[in-house]
């Protein structure tokens, strides 16, 4: 899959998306204070998202997903 990552971070609202490329569908969408502790706890690193090299950027999203998923199915076996 190609995808394609609209972000805008560095806003009073920052936000970042990850767009499946053939489908236009937002397959992630993180924002605001979310978006922040994910920097913090270093799951987000800005600079991997803008490196030339496809592989930091490849790893980059493969983290953002692993994480996501795992936040989502911890908080479906909370409820």
Sequence with gaps: MTYFIDA???RPQPYLRI???LTGH????????ELEKL???GILDIQ?????EPSHI???IRQ???FCRG??????TQQ
């Design 8 to 10: 805008w971070l560095d």
């Design 19 to 21: 767009i499946n490329r």
């Design 26 to 33: 937002t397959c992630l969408q993180i924002e605001g204070n």
């Design 39 to 41: 920097r913090e706890q």
């Design 48 to 52: 991997d998202l803008s490196s030339p």
């Design 58 to 60: 490849k790893e980059q």
């Design 64 to 66: 953002l997903f692993l």
């Design 71 to 76: 936040q989502a199915a911890q908080r479906t």
